[in-house]
């Protein structure tokens, strides 16, 4: 599987708290648990021609992961739109965190994509609410993130196709943390947590949902429908009105 | 309730067969019907200043209703924008037959919004799939359309929130052909029949389900949600790696 | 329309404290506001013969709402089915609180709706998941119980047509407090809050929600399919393999 | 993966068109194409002792398969209920053609589970719904068979948590042909083609498709949930109504 990981990689040049954390980038940190999973992974970055999503790297993307804050507006909308007709598809796309705001999530959801937040480092606890889904594969009923950036609801989303967690905030919020939406012949999932001044990519169970994610998400090569005009399969009466 | 039947009112123009089973456009038929039902009914067409959808029509209504069809290109992106704003703020949505590719519907939906066609006057059966949608209250467990366009699967939208009905067609084909959708505080209806060379708005079934469609659209007036940074609730535990 | 509130009563004759939050038991207080509604309620109790829910009652009820907790286990089975096939016509049922063990919800579920529970009175604050519902017109955000049980995740159920809302428990947890299922010609809502200790049912936010879910459950009159053998509606091709 | 073909193998013993066409029986057809995929495949018939479904047979199945029609009344209630314990507990099931009227796919439903049926060896076109599911791995935008039974809606099921085929009938009917759910931690796949006197199950699609469907019904071993009573995970505020 040839999983691209992007990342806007600006938060990792301002801020020392989070090139300490990821030194090799959020990018870098996502790419690196991949690898050792035994996937093809590749990165690309915003400052690169083309946000380093070239025909060639879309084209061969079997799944894209994405992660944006600052900058969605620096986003070319000429690659958004390449992007988007990738995932329509078939390839899977799995959007991180503040990427719920970035224009490739909001084309494909038609909806604000708003939520409440605040970022005073408070605990999160992710609930599984759908145990039979992949993507929960050796997960206990719960996990825990010591500190994390809160996101409550209401999550300006669509009525999600599977609810997969929802978080506990320690401040008095809830949210829908891991989402399922299909669009066209592509599979994506919207995974919450990943602030960057907070270590949660490294965490193991964070690691364990990503890895499961991308299997979930990659194409499962059903067919690829005609649309147009059809000449119909059956016999169809004349009827007078058309004579 | 205050609802603005949109048409788009070039066929009625360019083919004496429209005009004829609509004297008064799709629109006029459409506005006739809902207001003889007690609702207060404006309409508005695409070669209207505005396309006849002003800031002050669109804050007045309650629901819109859409049909488009030739013309999808010339309908102006900023109009769609605050109609799409108006959705996501609460004013319910018809979008009816080949309004399917009109930019407001696949902005809200995502997708390419694409599916098979063929026009040879068939044989429509539409079978209700939901009985207990509000949508349905009044008809029996299926209708017939005895001669309609044809529109088949597979058709490229989001997995709907509700499947109220699934049509038949004589040449082989299924469609699902009436489907709902919530896009922020909004709810969307799209139903599938309704070419313009037959007289599918003269239909009393067809009018029964836009006559419940609209009100089943129309807002219940939820809560308006607040969006951005929010003040915790609850007691948050300061934690050492924030000092 | 005709509601029915159906209440076990054994709390309020064991428990003091029950009876002095409820003097005329659970089911009197859900009565009281919605009579003041304007509508027709009656109610029935399990120590009645049939418990309360004779043919007549139940073909008569538009609306049946049920509060079960200590005996699920002597709701005759016989009531249970009648009951369940109402439902399956097109009766409205609510089922409150600890009814998630109740022999009706379980049989319409299919599952074991068991869940995690705790009671020291905690606070509890349900967010609105989806604003676009009617059950939630004239709701905030989110409001707030003061002291509740506690209902945590997993919360064992097939997934909810609608997830309407979701808790927050200061303990911790979180739970879908607010679901919706379809099974037959019927509307179920299944609401969490109304443990008999504290006085939720005379909180206006609980009472609210429960007055719109009386108009929501109750049957729009959608068609009563007909099933088993049919005749075909086209004419069929006699093939070679039959003669 | 071990999987087990359930089959009441009474048509075969009494009809010899069925004998014919499976001469080992329905479940010694499936059998065959499953073993031959690399599966470890067994069979149980209802004639046998429990109906061959020990409880040893279902503590080692990963996946469950049913066929039943002429004699679901004669399946021991027993056994049916240690059936539906073990899909709770994460054993994969797929229902087939008229074993929507099996105990185990009612109670697993809480549904009636009726339909529309008829007899005459029509053709049925099977329709890709949803082209991103697994289960549809591998196939065209559709798929016939030259003679079926019809079954035509209203298919009185809850409403699916996927929709993946939709059936067209040359009689006039459609079909939601696919359909999954989830219950507890079991995933579930209804199929209807499959009768008797047609060599439906010869069918490279529709052995593709159960093929896939034993992949997507089989557990991703998720959390095993705890239920019953729970200590809170964070400190709670004593309040004073309860001292």
Redesign the interface.
């Known amino acids: 599987m040839n999983i691209v990981v992007w990342n806007e990689n600006r938060h990792e040049k301002l801020n020392p708290r989070v090139a300490e954390i990821y030194p090799k980038g959020i990018h870098g940190a996502i790419a690196d648990f991949l690898s050792y999973a035994g996937h093809t992974v590749t990165t690309a970055t915003l400052d690169e021609p083309d946000h380093g999503l070239t025909d060639q790297v879309l084209k061969e993307a079997d799944v894209l992961i994405w992660w944006g804050h600052l900058a969605h507006d620096e986003v070319k909308q000429e690659i958004v739109d390449k992007v988007h007709q990738r995932v329509?598809d078939?390839m899977g796309l799995i959007v991180l965190h503040s990427g719920h705001f970035s224009k490739i999530f909001k084309?494909?959801?038609?909806?604000?994509c708003?939520?409440?937040?605040?970022e005073?480092?408070?605990?999160e606890?992710l609930?599984?609410?759908?145990?039979?889904?992949?993507i929960?594969?050796?997960?206990?009923?719960y996990f825990e993130l010591?500190?994390e950036e809160?996101y409550?609801?209401?999550f300006?989303v669509?009525?999600p196709?599977?609810?997969i967690f929802?978080?506990?905030?320690?401040?008095?919020?809830?949210f829908?943390s891991g989402v399922t939406?299909?669009?066209?012949?592509?599979?994506i999932f919207y995974f919450r947590p990943g602030h960057e001044t907070y270590p949660t990519y490294h965490n193991e169970n964070i690691q364990k949902v990503i890895k499961n994610a991308v299997n979930w998400v990659v194409?499962?090569?059903?067919?690829?429908?005609?649309?147009?005009?059809?000449?119909?399969?059956?016999n169809?009466?004349k009827?007078e009105?058309?004579s």
Do not use: C
């Open positions: 329509l078939g084309q494909l959801m038609g909806t604000g708003d939520l409440k937040w605040r005073v480092g408070e605990r606890r609930w599984v609410i759908d145990p039979t889904h992949p929960v594969s050796g997960l206990d009923s010591e500190q809160m409550g609801e209401h300006d669509p009525v196709d599977e609810l929802v978080s506990w905030f320690e401040g008095g919020e809830v829908r939406y299909r669009r066209g012949n592509g599979k194409s499962s090569k059903g067919p690829q429908h005609q649309y147009g005009q059809a000449e119909p399969l059956e169809i009466v009827k009105s058309l």
